[in-house]
């Protein structure tokens, strides 16, 4: 397509790197920008840029934070006995709108999978190793998506937790097997955390 | 929700402002862009920037261009017996995408619509009347959507070029009532063109 202006052009071609949206959305966003008032497009501009540059990580969990240390690390009344382990900010969120849920997190920052070519050590899985020793940790929930990757993962997290005196669970199987986390309702979502599973040891 | 940070808030609610995007889309695309590689998102940062500071619109037809005057308007090759009105860019876009068309055009910047508030003087429509005379216009073809509003525009725009010497043509109802121009495929909407129809007058 040939697009009236350089500028135009440059901007659909970033817009359009997003995930989901193709060209013709990305042309519809950028003139639905130029349509609104200048200052819209330059607040989401500079959000962006933010984000990217001032966005840390929780060097407990590696839950997206403002601090070096994440509210939920943070808040005492957080029960330590007790660590949720999660592929990505998203479930997270998606945990913590259940209100069912009162301990801490781990995030992986994604799971095994061959495929993609992501390995146990491309994910914070030894920080979540050194976190056990020397803590309150009485239990941890593995809380993945139940697809293939999901469950390699957990299979491979529970080896490494063997060694220690833990009690390891997942969450129960009300989610649909082959659905993703994320988009589970929050009472199903609530309902498996407080039906947890046990692993058989 | 309770994002776990500030900046992720901030950028969830600039992005969940774009037409069509709500929360939950918001947060994925911002999500993403964590995952990438900072350039990314600051290369998407400064296009959106740019191109709302930079955008320029043609002094005669008022598309979006880089210059003062815009490459069709600017392009020797292009027949100034004839003008073809639409209502924002991406009808233009739509009609060069056809190659039917080889006459100027006239950008609207919209259509008259009671209902949002829209009237004849938010329009680029006094600029339209001003470039008819000392002109090589013989010719003023109105390709608006095939809409209540569009019918209304097309309307008001006949009365006010009915003074001047001008056959005024629309394009041929090729493209389905009630569907919108910039989707119609190519052949429906170069046909269209090809096959335009004279106002009674």
Not at 71 to 78: D, E
Not at 132 to 155: H, Q
Not at 159 to 184: C, Q, V
Request: glycine content about 6%; proline content about 4%.
């Amino acid at each position: 397509m040939n697009y009236p202006s350089k500028l135009i052009e440059n901007a659909v071609n970033e817009v359009s790197k997003l995930p989901g949206i193709g060209k013709k959305t990305a042309l519809r966003l950028v003139l639905h920008l130029l349509k609104r008032e200048e200052e819209t497009t330059l607040a989401l501009a500079e959000s962006l840029t933010q984000l990217r540059t001032q966005i840390k990580y929780c060097r407990n969990c590696h839950n997206i934070s403002d601090a070096d240390v994440c509210a939920i690390c943070a808040n005492a009344m957080r029960d330590r006995s007790i660590i949720c382990v999660v592929e990505d900010t998203r479930d997270v969120l998606a945990i913590e709108n259940t209100s069912q849920y009162k301990g801490l997190y781990h995030v992986l920052g994604g799971i095994i999978s061959p495929i993609e070519g992501v390995g146990p050590n491309d994910l914070h899985i030894d920080s979540l190793i050194r976190r056990i020793p020397d803590s309150d940790v009485k239990e941890v929930i593995l809380a993945l998506s139940p697809t293939m990757e999901g469950d390699t993962t957990a299979f491979y997290l529970t080896k490494k937790l063997k060694p220690f005196d833990l009690k390891i669970s997942t969450i129960a199987r009300g989610i649909p097997i082959g659905g993703e986390l994320e988009y589970a309702d929050e009472i199903t979502l609530g309902r498996s955390i407080m039906t947890r599973v046990a692993y058989e040891s």
